[in-house]
């Protein structure tokens, strides 16, 4: 099992920008997917972002050319750099990995909060 730590979030003004860090501890070596997922009161969660074992990237249609997401092998974290954010980026985000054998592991979610 992976345990999926997220930070970063707060409450930032229209066209600000934040890095979410999420921090995985635990049998790392069998990760092979990594997203970030949102979910805004009243919608379902949804994909942002997500970043495959070989780099292969993809965003929402949403948050193309202002979301950046990465991933430090090295420091066993993925981040999310969001740019230009808007009052409908303002959800709960959370980290998630998807390992060989089928398990599927979330953070707790971090707080994003953009005032318009």
């Known amino acids: 099992q992976v345990q999926l730590v997220e930070s970063g979030g707060g409450l930032v003004q229209s066209g600000g920008s934040l890095r979410l860090s999420c921090a995985a501890s635990?049998?790392?070596?069998?990760?092979?997917?990594w997203a970030w997922y949102r979910q805004a009161p009243g919608k379902e969660r949804e994909q942002v972002a997500s970043?495959?074992?070989?780099?292969?990237?993809n965003y929402a249609d949403s948050v193309k050319g202002r979301f950046t997401i990465s991933r430090d092998s090295a420091k066993n974290t993925m981040y999310l750099e969001m740019n230009g954010l808007r009052p409908e980026d303002t959800a709960v985000y959370f980290c998630?990995?998807?390992?060989?054998?089928?398990?599927?592991?979330w953070g707790q979610g971090t707080q994003v909060t953009v005032s318009s």
């Open positions: 635990g049998r790392l070596f069998s990760i092979y997917f």
């Open positions: 970043i495959r074992i070989e780099g292969t990237t």
């Open positions: 998630n990995t998807v390992s060989f054998g089928g398990n599927d592991d």
